[in-house]
């Protein structure tokens, strides 16, 4: 991937020699009789490990059915830094960043509408955010409630080691991929769609319902994020050959039904979070070739 011409964003804050922002104590509080059993809460850090939205909604959808639970947490200030990395992973998450915001920026100015890009948190183990204690088990996430991305880079070794996705210089498009989806959700945020998303998700009545509606919306990141490389690649000609079938076999190796065959031996389709392998490649597919947020309606797919 050709990335050196991008543009570093400035909405980066490094806390990776931070300690995470967190001091000892707390974690999820269970009240007996409501809350998530502990097995539920490692099958849900799991399946958030494999790049979703903010892992409290997956974790929140539960509670529709089971009661709900409450988070207890104590913090202490950080020192954290704000701007563009000088290390090369921080360099490549701030090209990518950048890039993003030049890409969306256009996509939205020429609908009119003007793009407000989000700050991306690089962290290091564990980090205190807008949406509860972030750990590197759960992987990247986009966090509503303060518009940050967080991200732990241990994923992209992780990428490589456990999910087998991607090796050598092919794995920076899947990597890119990574970051991508993320943005995409904070599209969905500007656009309206995660809110409408949320309260649908309250509003169903069932886990497996609830679940439904999450992949509407995990898919939909995917199509944006071919939506970004469509873009990006007409302007600064980024991809190179290799890239895209990298981050296609990264799509497919964090499937849910690749997931869960690989953590528990079988498939259980209503409790699908983010989607197959074949549907993650389709959507990221498609939006890769068509360019167009229009192509990307998870919503009003009969089928997806």
Request: glycine share 14%; with cysteine.
């Amino acid at each position: 991937m050709r990335w050196d011409d991008f543009h570093r964003s400035d909405n980066v804050e490094d806390d990776r020699g931070g300690g995470g922002g967190y001091a000892g104590g707390g974690g999820f509080s269970l009240p007996g009789g409501g809350g998530l059993g502990i097995g539920t809460l490692i099958v849900l850090g799991l399946i958030g490990w494999a790049i979703g939205i903010d892992p409290s909604i997956l974790i929140g959808g539960a509670e529709i059915i089971n009661g709900g639970s409450h988070y207890h947490q104590q913090s202490r200030p950080v020192n954290r830094r704000t701007g563009t990395p000088t290390d090369q992973t921080g360099q490549f998450v701030a090209a990518m960043l950048g890039n993003t915001e030049d890409t969306w920026g256009e996509i939205f100015q020429a609908s009119g509408q003007q793009y407000s890009a989000p700050r991306l948190r690089l962290y290091a183990g564990g980090e205190q955010g807008g949406c509860g204690f972030a750990q590197a088990a759960m992987g990247p996430f986009y966090c509503p409630n303060d518009r940050r991305i967080y991200l732990d880079t241990s994923f992209f070794r992780d990428m490589q080691v456990r999910f087998h996705g991607c090796s050598g210089k092919a794995c920076e498009f899947a990597e890119a991929y990574v970051i991508a989806h993320e943005v995409g959700h904070h599209v969905q945020n500007l656009l309206g769609i995660l809110p409408k998303a949320s309260s649908a998700q309250r509003a169903a009545g069932s886990k497996a319902a609830a679940n439904r509606i999450q992949v509407r919306v995990e898919l939909q990141a995917d199509c944006f994020a071919g939506v970004w490389a469509n873009h990006s690649n007409q302007r600064w000609k980024s991809i190179e050959p290799g890239d895209v079938e990298a981050a296609l076999q990264t799509a497919s190796a964090i499937g849910d039904d690749r997931l869960q065959k690989q953590a528990q031996g079988y498939v259980v389709p209503d409790a699908f979070t983010h989607g197959t392998s074949e549907q993650r490649q389709r959507w990221f597919t498609t939006g890769l070739k068509e360019g167009k947020v229009s192509a990307c309606d998870t919503f009003a797919a009969a089928s997806l």
